[in-house]
């Protein structure tokens, strides 16, 4: 906003709009072009005291219950807590053909687009056996 304006125009709200969202996506470090992760270069997620079970555990059951399909849940979850790595790698093509680096953000919106999906019979549910 200008030093001599009482109000903001029209451009000093959308500037202030716009470096709000930029940010929000640097926050995380996820949209930073210097996270070379992100960007093809590797890197492990494994550390000393490499431990996610026991935050997952302490959420697990409010989770479940918002699920759609609870069993589907907890047998995803409980794989995939065990080698969040190994999902960033199968994510990581479809991340990158969007152009977006954080896989928490991303798995959010693949959720949420996928619960309205459902709810109007676009996608369903379907057998994984053959």
Do not use: H
């Not at 409010?62 to 995939?80: F, G, H, I, L």
């Amino acid at each position: 906003m200008s030093s001599n304006r009482k109000y903001w125009s029209r451009d000093d709200v959308k500037n202030w709009i716009y470096e709000f969202k930029k940010n929000e996506l640097l926050e995380c470090g996820c949209e930073d072009p210097e996270n070379d992760s992100l960007y093809g270069e590797e890197e492990s997620y494994e550390s000393p005291g490499y431990d996610l079970a026991a935050p997952y555990e302490l959420g697990k059951a409010r989770s479940m219950q918002n699920a759609r399909c609870p069993e589907t849940y907890e047998k995803t979850a409980d794989v995939m807590i065990k080698i969040p790595e190994e999902v960033i790698e199968m994510l990581k093509p479809l991340m990158q053909k969007f152009n977006v680096g954080c896989p928490s953000s991303f798995a959010k919106a693949m959720s949420d687009v996928m619960e309205i999906a459902m709810d109007y019979d676009v996608v369903q549910p379907f057998k994984t056996e053959e």
